[in-house]
T-cell receptor, first 113, second 109 residues
Framework: GAVVSQHPSRVICKSGTSVKIECRSL??????MFWYRQFPKQSLMLMAT?????????EQGVEKDKFLINHASLTLSTLTVTSAHPEDSSFYIC?????????FGPGTRLTVT | DAKTTQPPSMDCAEGRAANLPCNHS???????VYWYRQIHSQGPQYIIH???NNETNEMASLIITEDRKSSTLILPHATLRDTAVYYC??????????FGTGTRLKVLA
């Protein structure tokens, strides 16, 4: 099946700093990518839908100025958590879609100290 | 809100079939049923999907009722490595997925 990678797999940052997470589709072109957040013992929560070359569509309650999404190419989308706070600590997962299904990345664990 | 409901947890003996139910009573005619699983601290893994016919692949079988209001994922011979959270998702193809709470399957030795 198709492979989606995320980088970094783990990141620790200080409160008030920004951190960027990359999501790449390695062997296919993805016109649409999705970003999810998952807190411990909870389900995945969709944050935003990212289409190549256009602005991301954010789910209700997700601050677009805090979670900046860029989808500049058909194989790369980035999520930047700006001015991170401890409550932003979470597991961030991206997915990329082809015609039939979504392929998920391995996730990025963000810890804000 | 998720369009699916699943039991929160299930146990299954190793080597036996695991049958995971999912209710999706408000499913629309053009919506598919997808199943994914998530092993601890990893991204979800695709298992199988279907529209109205039963489907089988190397991992599992998917049984969809005739009225399409519910489905069952069958792992024919569960192993310890099948211990995971299983998510049933209803979606129009590659449209956004809304995850429910899933079923935490524990395979017992």
């Amino acid at each position: 099946g198709a492979v989606v990678s995320q980088h970094p797999s783990r990141v620790i940052c200080k409160s008030g700093t920004s951190v960027k997470i990359e999501c790449r589709s390695l062997d296919f072109q993805a016109t649409t990518m999705f970003w999810y957040r998952q807190f411990p013992k909870q389900s995945l929560m969709l944050m935003a839908t990212s289409n190549e070359g256009s602005k991301a569509t954010y789910e209700q309650g997700v601050e677009k100025d805090k979670f900046l999404i860029n989808h500049a190419s058909l194989t790369l989308s980035t999520l930047t958590v700006t001015s991170a706070h401890p409550e932003d600590s979470s597991f961030y997962i991206c997915s990329a879609s082809d015609r039939d299904e979504q392929y998920f990345g391995p996730g990025t664990r963000l810890t804000v100290t | 809100d998720a369009k699916t409901t699943q039991p929160p947890s299930m146990d299954c003996a190793e080597g036996r079939a695991a049958n995971l139910p999912c209710n999706h009573s408000t499913i629309s005619g053009n919506e598919y049923v997808y199943w994914y699983r998530q092993i601890h601290s990893q991204g979800p893994q695709y298992i199988i999907h279907g529209l109205k016919n039963n489907e089988t692949n190397e991992m599992a079988s998917l049984i969809i009722t005739e009225d399409r209001k519910s489905s069952t994922l069958i792992l024919p011979h569960a192993t310890l490595r099948d211990t995971a959270v299983y998510y049933c998702i209803v979606t129009s193809g590659t449209y956004k997925y809304i995850f429910g709470t899933g079923t935490r399957l524990k395979v017992l030795a």
